[in-house]
């Protein structure tokens, strides 16, 4: 397996790649940590590959727990906006000195010889002595002291459950420069965007805690710590990684399992109280990376570990952190969630500070999905696994609060707007292209988008290109829309004429978003008529089901369209988008009904 993605991502990194290069590090790190005092002391070799066609003359990196101090750009934010996160609010700003997060660089080192640089936050800016030119590798020797914040957000010790190192985010990582420059946001606890890397971690602790981790365990050697105490150094390998998340615990247990060849390990506290929920977790979350590697794509790396920790749930490569004291379905829901996550951000890693609609909405589709097949009711069969995901995007719409897609994770005005946003309406903007382009090709189409773009950082064009290349559907108006705009759609059923047998239906387009429309007659014989309708624009129209009649194209510039149709007898009903594919913001303008009890020969909409 390993061998299989070295030869992955070396492919990868030489062909078929928008724009045509990814810069690439390798780290070598080595942490103490001190228990007592929550704090360590790391050291690193990082190497770092200019593969970009520009000369840098200075490079960034993040120090994310700089983030965990009173008067912080993150505790700020945290206590202005008008609806802060419950789990962070302001409690930064009321932590004691003991309890803060930070990192402080002692020495940095390129190519043998010290650096100048400079903290500003959660950014450290080194200078390089001479330019770094296309092509060209520079090392860098880092040595930092850190304090582990109080857990209040991903990262930290002792969260609410007791769990004593949630370590993410937790050293100096390299800042991404890719074709659009430089990515240093200032941490504020949302999204990330990282460079595709080799790690080779030794992990200091005392003896007794149980520990998982980005990769795999190369080792396990006792050592004494600094305080002469024994201690365990655990090492841990990770191969093609945008990032390496750990979490140790003194009461940790672990469970495994192999799913395809991949080794699924669950670690959580020994707890009578959830024993058993994350007992059957186990084969719950390996039917789940069954059928995500079915539905989306192979998973490439040879291991994948769920371990109790951090805020709620929050996915890194090869691992998530969740916090476990959840009833059975809560469990499942937060794994399978953080675990489709390993496709979008930790496979295909769109930057999800600027796209993050394509990481949590296409893994919240991907979940609902999966949850659908997890807990299938044969009662409901037909039941719409993503309704939740229309509800919330259509009630955000309805507000008046909704705000644009295109808008970078860190700068939505409320939190709200950012969870409906990059959750609910990203996963309708995969969903609704069912109505588009046809929910089967669709699906192929996704497949296809995670074969072509994994280990690439594709952005909203590539996505857009894949849904064109499979449909050859023209669809730069739909993803305009959806992204750059908060118009929706809302078509109604007008009137409905039925005499002389023929019927004449007036359709009407009342919000702005325009959409092809698909119409379903039912007539007095329970028998039904469909009829689609392509917008102009579009320069086609999907694949037409048996017995499905094309209309004529809908330029989007009228607001209203007829349809007329040999008759079949009287109507029961007349209604668009039946299976509910769209994201129409009011559905009661839909239908059109006949009362077959009295003559028929017309209805009018409301």
């Given amino acids: 397996m390993l061998a299989a993605l070295c030869a992955l991502s070396i492919s990868t990194n030489v062909i078929g790649q928008y724009p045509g290069w990814q810069q690439e590090v390798s780290y070598d790190m080595e942490v103490v940590v001190d228990t007592s005092m929550h704090q360590y002391s790391g050291s690193m070799t990082a190497v770092y590959t200019n593969n970009s066609p520009e000369h840098l003359t200075k490079v960034f990196w993040h120090l994310f727990f700089n983030a965990f101090q009173p008067g912080s750009m993150m505790d700020v934010r945290s206590r202005s906006i008008s609806d802060p996160d419950r789990r962070v609010g302001s409690r930064i700003v009321k932590l004691p000195e003991s309890e803060w997060g930070w990192q402080k660089v002692a020495t940095v080192q390129v190519n043998g010889k010290p650096a100048d640089f400079k903290e500003d936050g959660t950014i450290l800016e080194v200078v390089l002595p001479k330019v770094l030119k296309p092509g060209k590798s520079v090392t860098f020797e880092l040595n930092w002291q850190a304090q582990v914040p109080r857990q209040i957000r991903r990262s930290g010790w002792m969260n609410k459950e007791g769990v004593e190192y949630s370590m993410t985010q937790w050293y100096p990582k390299l800042c991404e420069f890719d074709h659009h420059g430089?990515?240093?946001?200032?941490?504020?606890?949302?999204?990330?965007?990282?460079?595709?890397?080799?790690?080779?971690?030794?992990?200091?602790?005392?003896?007794?805690?149980?520990?998982?981790?980005?990769?795999?365990?190369?080792?396990?050697?006792?050592?004494?710590?600094?305080?002469?105490?024994?201690?365990?150094?655990?090492?841990?390998?990770?191969?093609?990684?945008?990032?390496f998340a750990w979490?140790?615990?003194?009461?940790?247990?672990?469970?495994?399992?192999?799913?395809?060849?991949?080794?699924?390990?669950?670690?959580?506290?020994?707890?009578?109280?959830?024993?058993?929920?994350?007992?059957?977790?186990?084969?719950?979350?390996?039917?789940?990376?069954?059928?995500?590697?079915?539905?989306?794509?192979?998973?490439?790396?040879?291991e994948y570990t769920v371990i109790q920790g951090g805020d709620g749930g929050m996915e890194y490569p090869m691992i998530t952190l969740i916090t476990g004291e959840r009833s059975l379905r809560s469990l499942v829901g937060v794994t399978v969630h953080e675990m489709a996550h390993s496709w979008f951000q930790g496979m295909v890693a769109t930057n999800e500070s600027l796209h993050e609609w394509m990481d949590e909405?296409?893994?919240?589709?991907?979940?609902?999905?999966?949850?659908?097949?997890?807990?299938?009711?044969?009662?409901?069969?037909?039941?719409?696994?993503?309704?939740?995901?229309?509800?919330?995007?259509?009630?955000?719409?309805?507000?008046?609060n909704e705000e644009p897609l295109i808008t970078h994770a860190d700068h939505y005005k409320t939190n709200r707007a950012y969870g409906v946003g990059a959750y609910s309406k990203g996963e309708v903007l995969v969903e609704q292209l069912g109505a588009v382009m046809g929910p089967k090709m669709r699906d192929e189409a996704m497949r296809t988008y995670f074969q072509n773009w994994a280990f690439k950082h594709p952005g909203p064009n590539d996505f857009?290109?894949?849904?064109?290349?499979?449909?050859?559907?023209?669809?730069?108006?739909?993803?305009?829309?959806?992204?750059?705009?908060?118009?929706?759609?809302?078509?109604?059923?007008?009137?409905?004429?039925?005499?002389?047998?023929?019927?004449?239906?007036?359709?009407?387009?009342?919000g702005n978003m325009p959409m092809p429309q698909?119409?379903?007659?039912?007539?007095?014989?329970?028998?039904?008529?469909?009829?689609?309708?392509?917008?102009?624009?579009?320069?086609?129209?999907?694949?037409?089901?048996?017995?499905?009649?094309?209309?004529?194209?809908?330029?989007?510039?009228?607001?209203?369209?007829?349809?007329?149709?040999?008759?079949?007898?009287?109507?029961?009903?007349?209604?668009?988008?039946?299976?509910?594919?769209?994201?129409?913001v009011n559905r009661e303008n839909n239908t059109i009904s006949f009362d077959l009890s009295r003559d028929q020969e017309s209805r009018q909409a409301n």
């Fill in 182 to 243: 430089w990515h240093t946001n200032p941490y504020i606890g949302r999204e990330f965007h990282g460079i595709w890397g080799d790690f080779d971690v030794k992990i200091h602790l005392p003896q007794g805690y149980g520990l998982g981790a980005t990769g795999v365990q190369h080792s396990t050697q006792a050592a004494l710590l600094p305080n002469g105490l024994p201690g365990t150094v655990h090492r841990y390998k990770a191969t093609n990684v945008i990032d």
């Fill in 464 to 510: 857009k290109r894949e849904m064109e290349r499979a449909s050859d559907l023209e669809l730069d108006w739909y993803f305009q829309y959806m992204m750059h705009t908060t118009d929706a759609v809302d078509y109604a059923v007008e009137s409905v004429v039925n005499e002389d047998g023929v019927v004449t239906i007036e359709l009407g387009r009342r």
């Fill in 247 to 302: 979490a140790a615990d003194p009461d940790f247990i672990e469970e495994s399992i192999d799913v395809d060849g991949v080794t699924l390990r669950l670690i959580h506290q020994a707890n009578p109280d959830i024993d058993s929920n994350w007992t059957a977790l186990s084969e719950y979350a390996a039917k789940a990376m069954a059928y995500i590697n079915k539905d989306v794509g192979q998973y490439a790396y040879p």
């Fill in 361 to 400: 909405g296409f893994t919240s589709w991907a979940e609902s999905r999966c949850m659908a097949h997890l807990f299938a009711d044969p009662m409901t069969p037909d039941e719409n696994p993503h309704k939740w995901a229309y509800t919330s995007y259509i009630k955000q719409h309805l507000s008046g």
């Fill in 518 to 584: 698909d119409v379903l007659l039912t007539w007095e014989d329970g028998s039904h008529s469909r009829v689609h309708i392509p917008l102009v624009m579009m320069r086609g129209h999907r694949p037409l089901e048996e017995g499905e009649v094309l209309g004529m194209d809908w330029p989007w510039v009228d607001v209203n369209y007829t349809l007329e149709m040999s008759a079949k007898g009287r109507l029961t009903s007349v209604t668009l988008d039946a299976d509910g594919l769209q994201a129409d």
